[in-house]
């Protein structure tokens, strides 16, 4: 006799916290009217903020694929949405999903781990002990997260353990791992607000990149200044990386006087970008004389 296969079922894990940054969250006047596909994590009061699941075949047989697609599609790249294989029912995945809401630091204090958030749960899975991603990642056959540049990657498996401890405590070794992977991306938000949502160039898979190394260069010159950090990633962003490939730029991150820093900075990134434009204006004439 043959092993009977165990049913598995696809959820998509999405943050509504992160859809409501672009005014295309999931909202609902009513529990009553909420779709049987939808299950949201977190209680009725913080739905605005809440992750939801939906399960795809229930969404498909009731004909609503279109909308979860429009769910799907509000962000680019998708790093509000994971996709989660589990032969547990969308109730029993739900409910073991709530278990990790919180996590708690070592003096005790309680903290909501945005676990939706692909950029968050990509270092999570390596930040936890081998024991606490057992305990979160075990019921989930497979558990698939997109990257910046929009690829789906799978997150490391783990065998299931049964009664898991929660919720989670970190020690400070694993909230500063946490802390440190998501730095990048608040400096990138704090750029894009000080220069009003103008467009920067590249790919958000390199902004995170470019951001990085800015930190990285930042950190390794003994620099403990953020506005300088903040200026450095502005700088890093505009120029495509390519002024943390000047020798002064070490120099300059010597400096604790933020308007000098910024002011020297900015002569430089100003002379890169003169010569960029320069370079690209070459480059058109010579095409335009070819024909």
Same mark, same amino acid.
């Given at each position: 006799?043959?092993?009977?296969?165990?049913?598995?079922f696809v959820y998509l894990l999405i943050d509504?916290?992160? #859809? *409501?940054?672009? !005014?295309?969250?999931?909202?609902?006047?009513?529990?009553?009217?909420?779709?049987?596909?939808? /299950?949201?994590?977190?209680?009725?009061?913080?739905?605005?903020?809440?992750?939801?699941?939906?399960?795809?075949?229930?969404?498909?047989?009731?004909? *609503?694929?279109?909308?979860?697609?429009?769910?799907?599609?509000?962000?680019?790249?998708?790093l509000h949405v994971s996709v989660i294989e589990?032969?547990?029912? #969308?109730?029993?995945?739900?409910?073991?999903?709530?278990?990790?809401?919180?996590?708690?630091?070592?003096?005790?204090?309680?903290?909501?781990?945005?676990? /939706?958030?692909?950029?968050? @749960?990509?270092?999570? !899975? !390596?930040?936890?002990?081998?024991?606490?991603?057992?305990?979160?990642?075990?019921?989930?056959?497979?558990?698939?997260?997109?990257?910046?540049?929009?690829?789906?990657?799978?997150?490391?498996?783990?065998?299931?353990?049964?009664?898991?401890?929660?919720? #989670?405590?970190?020690?400070?070794?694993?909230? /500063?791992? @946490?802390?440190?992977?998501?730095?990048?991306?608040?400096?990138?938000?704090?750029?894009?607000?000080?220069?009003?949502?103008?467009?920067?160039?590249?790919?958000?898979?390199?902004?995170?990149?470019?951001?990085?190394?800015?930190?990285?260069?930042?950190?390794?010159?003994?620099?403990?200044?953020?506005?300088?950090?903040?200026?450095?990633?502005?700088?890093? #962003?505009?120029?495509?990386g390519d002024i943390l490939r000047r020798p002064?730029?070490?120099?300059?991150? /010597?400096?604790?006087?933020?308007?000098?820093?910024?002011?020297?900075?900015?002569?430089?990134?100003?002379?890169?970008?003169?010569?960029?434009?320069?370079?690209?204006?070459?480059?058109?004439?010579?095409?335009?004389?070819?024909?």
């Amino acid at each position: 006799m043959s092993e009977r296969k165990t049913e598995i079922f696809v959820y998509l894990l999405i943050d509504n916290g992160l #859809l *409501d940054e672009v !005014s295309a969250s999931y909202t609902e006047t009513d529990s009553k009217d909420r779709p049987i596909w939808l /299950a949201p994590i977190y209680g009725e009061r913080a739905l605005a903020v809440s992750p939801f699941l939906v399960d795809v075949e229930a969404a498909y047989e009731a004909g *609503d694929l279109d909308r979860v697609m429009r769910y799907i599609n509000a962000r680019a790249p998708a790093l509000h949405v994971s996709v989660i294989e589990s032969s547990l029912t #969308l109730e029993q995945i739900a409910q073991h999903l709530r278990q990790f809401i919180f996590i708690v630091d070592p003096d005790g204090k309680q903290f909501t781990l945005r676990y /939706a958030d692909c950029t968050v @749960l990509d270092p999570l !899975s !390596s930040v936890l002990t081998t024991a606490q991603w057992a305990g979160m990642r075990g019921p989930i056959k497979r558990w698939s997260i997109h990257d910046r540049s929009g690829a789906l990657v799978q997150l490391p498996p783990a065998e299931h353990v049964a009664g898991s401890l929660t919720p #989670l405590y970190l020690d400070h070794n694993q909230l /500063a791992g @946490l802390d440190e992977a998501s730095e990048p991306d608040h400096y990138i938000a704090k750029v894009k607000t000080m220069r009003h949502g103008a467009e920067l160039p590249g790919k958000p898979a390199q902004h995170y990149a470019w951001a990085r190394s800015a930190r990285q260069a930042w950190q390794g010159a003994g620099n403990s200044n953020p506005l300088i950090l903040l200026f450095l990633t502005e700088a890093a #962003l505009v120029t495509k990386g390519d002024i943390l490939r000047r020798p002064e730029t070490r120099e300059m991150l /010597a400096m604790n006087e933020v308007s000098k820093f910024r002011s020297r900075l900015w002569e430089r990134v100003n002379e890169m970008l003169e010569r960029r434009n320069c370079a690209t204006k070459i480059v058109g004439e010579d095409k335009k004389s070819s024909f």
